[in-house]
């Protein structure tokens, strides 16, 4: 039995150290991104947008001969096509955060690798603070928090192995898991301990899980969002004979085009929406096992709803053609903020089933979702 224990607490600690492991190795790659960004040329961005866009490609594209019996004849030269939404501008996408220069995306192939192995420490972490308590690492704030910032990593990874382009959001993406981790290790951590009897239950592996997973990729999706906004106001301002600060020019030049990111955006969270829908689902089922009823309103019960139908609104305004864009964006990010308040806000401010103790020092032994 004290073997037992002494084990736990060693299994404990390398959870700890693997954790802060993963931050400094997640800081390295930060700044390998930030080279990755800092090294594309904004000279070298220009020139490859201007080559790709159709008019540049009329002028300086070379026509195409082919010899006729007594003569040459000149046929049209074929049209470039960008991917781009249904009546929106024929705009293509950037070349990447490196810019095309050669020395940032070395930096970024760094970075990747880097990221790769920040996100196998921060596993090994989950994993050992699992073993380290004998059942699903995700009874707590602070185990939600370090097994929902590797889910979205690993999101990000196997998107990348996807060939997806994504690259992009690597920096976006370290800089929010360092936040996430900070914050975890220094407010929300709490010791290993057993759970309270009315969550010893297979519906916490199946629950909680996919309220990470759907948490992870709702992450993924508001931060395309984000972008989309920031790209669509930069192309907005270009159409009409606006000159953006060179700031501006370099970082959104090596971005998606906005329809492109605004599809992968809606692709993202129009995906995993079902899972959501049956994480609610599990939940309700977990609540008849545990307490004797399906539903009755908890304040975690209650925003978990709310964040389904925000992104239910999302969906359906998407869909809709006179709230496509912006207007479907601004949706998408209340319905991501409904999320983070179901975690955050209710989890430290509000009091229900779904609390376990009180919020000291950090410590809130609290089911995720």
Known sequence: ???????????????????????????????????????????????????????????????????QAGGTAVLE????????????????????????????????????????????????????RALSVERAPWGNMYEFNI??????????????????????????????????????????????????PALHSYWLYIHVSTAILCGAVFYVGAVGTILYLFKDAYENKLAKGGKPGSFATSVMERLPASATLDKFAYRVNAAVFPLWTFTIIAGAIWAGDAWGRYWGWDPKETWSFITWVAYAGYLHARATAGWKGRKAAYLALLAFGCWLFNYYGVNIFVSGKHSYADVGLGALAAVGF
């Open 1 to 67: 039995m004290i073997l037992a224990a002494a084990t736990n607490e060693n299994l404990a600690e390398i959870s700890n150290v693997l954790i802060y492991s993963a931050m400094a190795v997640y800081t390295l790659a930060f700044f390998a991104y930030i080279a990755e960004w800092t090294f594309g040329s904004r000279s070298k961005v220009a020139r490859t947008a201007s080559a790709l866009t159709p008019d540049a490609q009329a002028k300086k594209a070379p026509a195409v001969t082919v010899k």
């Open 147 to 196: 097994t929902f910032s590797t889910t979205a990593v690993g999101v990000y990874l196997i998107l990348l192995a996807l060939r997806k382009n994504v690259r992009w959001l690597g920096l976006f993406l370290t800089t929010t898991v360092l936040l996430d981790l900070g914050v975890a290790v220094t407010w929300l951590y709490t010791e290993s301990d057993q759970l309270v």
């Open 77 to 128: 030269r074929p049209k470039v096509v960008v991917r781009a939404a249904s009546g929106s501008r024929d705009v293509p996408d950037g070349p990447g955060a490196h810019g095309g220069d050669e020395k940032g995306d070395l930096y970024g192939r760094i970075a990747i690798s880097l990221t790769v192995l920040a996100f196998l420490l921060s596993l090994g972490g989950v994993l050992t």
